[in-house]
């Protein structure tokens, strides 16, 4: 297995802050997103940095590997914000999947605007990952659109249930469900977005040398 960066594990945001503004002087990254699957980018092809993607993702169904698709091709320092119940991140899986984990990180946060608030207010982060936070309030979701903007940043905002039409959200450019079928295909269900259609990717691109 890969040696796992000390900022993996490390809990204290001013030491990843620190971490981040070193290798982001000296990287070269992408500035849109980019997986390497066709299907996948397209779909994705309006987004641009100050964006907000907005996912439901129910938990039990896979569907947290087509945002982690973006991780893969020459990302930007990134950190993955997520509230799992007290569980840890599994490093050997990231890897395994092919993310570089020198350029992501990961917090755990239950309230990440207020707990983490330091890491929206500078441009660090080019990829902010907010997975289910338990406090989230309409507040939130406006200073974090702001700050994207601001700084350039794209963030997705991950809902651990499936999203609805009928509740809309003005900050999210973009807002999809995704989850596997039983059949192995990944399945995107565009929400909102410049159409809505349900696009489909084979198990097989998520895991290939290409993806």
Known sequence: MASIPA????????????SARQLQSSQH?????????????????????GDLVEWGIPPGLNGRLIPLQFLKQKIPASVWIYHHHGLAVFAASWISHGVDLQRLFFACSANPVTELRPLFLEDTFKRIIIDSPKKFSAGDLAFVSRQARKQQQIIFLIRHYFLSPKQGNAYASLRINTWQEKQGRFSIQVIKGSQSRKVTIPETMLFSEKG
């Open 7 to 18: 900022q993996f594990a490390d809990s204290d945001l001013n030491r990843q802050l620190v």
């Open 29 to 49: 990254f992408q500035s849109e997103l980019y997986s390497g699957i066709d299907a996948l980018d397209e779909l994705f092809a309006a987004i641009k940095p």
